[in-house]
């Protein structure tokens, strides 16, 4: 995943380090689901498809590393090589910031950076490369729109102070383009003066430079409120479930022994239990099923054909990729998946109380709501294998739906 072998030109730093929840789902904005991929997928696959020679770098918090794994398990491999490794956050967004800067300036430094917001998914590929020329040719440049509004300031007393000639203002976006070492050294500047700045080009205009403004792209806005998600499903165009008439139906099925170990993956979730499951992978058997199933609508073969056992690479993989690359075939062809429904199969360890875990675990990595992801478990009144607690079964039956 490293990208140390070659030192390119441009490199493309996305900030994902906020915990903005204020979008709804409890989750942080980057990480949520728009139209079957994440917005931080979105705003990455954006980024290349403007800078496709650009390295990539990704800071994240600390706490959302599983969250970033299952992001970068939805890109395709050729963005998925761009990427070097993810720089953790700071306490604040300029801490994040200047934490992947010097991420990037150690891996070897580029000419010029874009600092980008994960959660603007649509910068097109003319802004990222205005972007470019902007910074090549000032040094340092920010995208800015016109505003609708007409602006007051006021005073403490909520009274209008003055009202700005409206021509002369610009609402600021990202991506933001600098020379890298112009930068590097404002953020160094700005984090020795103790002060806190809100956006990069405030840094670099407290280091004394000129900041560019070249035009932004009123599409490229920043999703914060749940209106913003409503927003952004419209200018996608996705299709709806009902505009989709080829139905399919996929049936998955899969076993796993119990092995030592302390604790089994169901679903991407980890429950404590007196064995761990054997097999190549994590041995999600739930997950395991479940991407057979998908695989199975779209008659795609099953998942040893996509992921050979004897392949070293899968070795203590991450199930979610297998199934996050069954999800990635059906959005391929224009499809959507309409329902899971799937049943685990032993006498323990229990899996009603993990239900719903397992079920918003699954909805995340599918893209899918919640509601269409049914997860149930039964024993086999101690009769056969499972009955013996020698292992775990599970079943399951996805419905996707394609174009004509
Ligand atoms: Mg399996």
Known sequence: ????????????????????????EGLPKQYRTLAGRTVLARTLRAMRAGAPDASLKVVIHPDDRELYAQCVAELDVADRA???EAALGGATRQESVSNGLEAIAREGAPEIVLIHDAARPFADPALIARAIEAARAHGAAVPGVPLADTVKEIDANGFVVATPDRARLRAVQTPQSFRFDLIVAAHRAAAAGGREYTDDAMIAEAAGHAVHVFPGDAA??????PEDFARAMDQLKQPS?????????????????????DKVWLGGVAIPHSHALAGHS????????ITDAVLGAIAEGDIGAHFPPSDPQWKGAASSIFLAHACKLV??????IAHIDA????????VGPHRDAIRESLARIMGMDVGRVAIKATTTEKL?????????????IATVRLPE
Not at 3 to 24: E, F, K, N, Q, Y
Not at 220 to 225: A, D, Q, S
Not at 241 to 261: K, M
């Open 82 to 84: 761009a990427l070097s």
């Open 331 to 336: 959005r391929d062809r224009g499809g959507m």
């Open 220 to 225: 490229n806005f920043k999703l914060t409120t």
């Open 384 to 396: 056969g294998f499972t009955g013996r607690r020698e292992g775990i079964a599970a079943l399951a």
């Open 343 to 350: 049943t685990v199969v032993c006498e323990a360890p229990k």
């Open 282 to 289: 994590d041995a999600d058997v739930l997950m395991h099923a």
């Open 1 to 24: 995943m490293l990208a140390r072998t070659r030192s390119p030109s441009i490199a493309i730093l996305v900030v994902a380090g906020g915990r903005g929840s204020r979008a709804g």
């Open 241 to 261: 479930l009902a505009s989709l008439p080829d139905v399919r139906t996929g049936q998955g099925y899969d076993v796993h022994a119990f092995a030592e170990g």
